[in-house]
């Protein structure tokens, strides 16, 4: 019912930027928390960025800080992820994900999240 859908991904020089959109569809609320999480090739999956309900609170990966950053547009319905400086240590399937509850927080935990997207590639190379 809910499905949120990733785009924006794609193949990169390293130093490049990317912006990464995320739309939910379905009966979402503007109240939920969302997130940004990444998995490389035999890797576990990994917290890259969440922002809470209101827009106003971020939390992001230690990896990422000062490079990347998580935002929401006017109707709480889509999210972005704008990543700079980018490195080949950043390649990997990016998922966003929606943490379902009124006034939700962002959370660096995945299993705080309920719904999830198929993910876009993000491919940092020369």
């Known amino acids: 019912q809910v499905q949120p859908v990733e785009s924006g991904g794609g193949l990169v020089q390293p130093g490049g930027s990317l912006r990464l959109s995320c739309t939910v569809s379905?009966?979402?609320?503007?109240?939920?928390?969302m997130g940004w999480f990444r998995q490389a090739p035999g890797n576990e999956r990994e917290f890259v960025a969440a922002?809470?309900?209101?827009?106003?609170?971020?939390l992001y990966g230690n990896s990422v800080k000062g490079r990347f950053a998580i935002s929401r547009d006017s109707a709480e319905k889509t999210l972005y992820l704008q990543m700079n400086s980018l490195t080949p240590e950043d390649t990997g399937v990016y998922y966003c994900?929606?943490?379902?509850?009124?006034?939700?927080?962002?959370?660096?935990?995945?299993?705080?999240?309920?719904?999830w997207g198929q993910g876009t590639q993000v491919t940092v190379s020369s």
């Open positions: 922002i809470s309900w209101s827009g106003t609170y971020t």
């Open positions: 379905g009966r979402t609320s503007s109240r939920w928390a």
């Open positions: 994900a929606t943490r379902a509850g009124r006034f939700a927080t962002a959370s660096s935990d995945l299993h705080e999240y309920d719904y």
